[in-house]
């Protein structure tokens, strides 16, 4: 057996998750975010490198598994457009590379790339420079916080579809303040849309399991244990303190209840969140409430869609979700 026909067997077998992380993306984004690390990737609506004084909002809008971020750009712009949005959003796409793309694309190895998927949890680029992911996003929003650039923001979404979801959910969750953009009146929302998990801050999971057998059902992404070194110097407690303050959407589609849809995070931590990935979002929901009477943050439903990132932020609930 040929080494390629080795390699794509070991991929089957490995599952969705390894196969997306494998493939090497088809279109590159053409611009380029410099960080002192490196140069990210980007995908940009408008050029932000001159001062743009209608923008009032921006949207970031990060891509799943697949690191398609020119698909996700084009549908936030079509979800801009139908809101009538699209003149004072900018909308940004950050792409979130790995070393299979850098590899088959050519790609110049101080663009700033990830192993494999672990851009979605947070970890350290790899190659010449060295950043969280999160940081990344970091240097994005204080970015936008430059007054002379963008003298009339007041607004930063932050938004993503399945694994894009997934790493929103855990930014939101580990996310630096930014001092400056609430001096500046710039305030920040969460976007979620239809992530195959979540991270938890207990043991406590909706649906029994082995926890014998399942011995990393705690552990980051999935729980509390073993942060990524972006959490560094913040407990638990203060993390989820102030998660449950942050304005936040959890959008799901109403038809992604697929238990065996080829994405589906199957792994035993993930099961114990729930079967389809629209109960696991009600049992996160509804764990949150348990745990702050208080809490503010809201769910809402996008009735005929499944799982389908262009369908949920252009339909009427994604519109509302996005541009407020």
Not at 7 to 15: E, F, I, K, Q, R
Not at 163 to 175: C, H, K, Y
Not at 193 to 214: E, G, L, T
Not at 266 to 277: L, M, P, W
Request: with cysteine.
């Amino acid at each position: 057996m040929s080494k390629r026909w080795c390699l794509l067997l070991a991929l089957m077998v490995a599952g969705p998750a390894t196969w997306a992380a494998e493939q090497a993306v088809k279109v590159v984004s053409p611009a380029r975010f410099a960080i002192q690390t490196g140069d990210l990737s980007i995908g940009l609506s408008q050029d932000w490198r001159n001062p743009l004084p209608k923008v009032s909002r921006a949207l970031i809008i990060v891509h799943g598994r697949l690191r398609n971020a020119q698909t996700y750009l084009k549908s936030a712009e079509n979800a801009a457009r139908h809101a009538g949005q699209n003149a004072n959003t900018l909308i940004i796409a950050p792409q979130f590379l790995n070393d299979a793309d850098i590899k088959r694309n050519h790609l110049d190895n101080t663009l700033l790339h990830w192993q494999g998927n672990q851009w979605m949890a947070g970890e350290s680029s790899i190659g010449r420079g060295q950043i969280s992911s999160y940081g990344a996003l970091d240097k994005i929003i204080e970015h936008l916080g430059n007054r002379k650039l963008f003298p009339a923001l007041n607004q930063i979404v932050i938004a993503g579809h399945s694994g894009g979801a997934q790493m929103v959910q855990r930014f939101a969750l580990t996310g630096h303040d930014h001092p400056a953009l609430k001096a500046a009146g710039i305030e920040v929302r969460y976007v979620i849309a239809n992530p195959s998990s979540y991270a938890y801050f207990s043991p406590q999971r909706p649906v029994k399991f082995a926890s014998d057998s399942c011995t990393g059902f705690n552990e980051w992404k999935y729980g509390m244990q073993h942060l990524p070194a972006y959490a560094a110097g913040r407990s638990p407690q203060e993390l989820e303190t102030a998660y449950a303050a942050k304005d936040i959407t959890y959008l799901l589609g109403q038809q992604d209840t697929d238990p065996n849809h080829p994405a589906l995070d199957k792994s035993c931590a993930a099961e114990a969140q729930g079967a389809y990935r629209l109960i696991r979002g009600h049992n996160y929901f509804d764990y949150l409430k348990q745990r702050h009477r208080q809490i503010h943050q809201r769910l809402v439903e996008v009735p005929g869609v499944g799982h389908d990132g262009d369908k949920m932020f252009t339909s009427p609930e994604g519109q509302a979700a996005l541009f407020d």
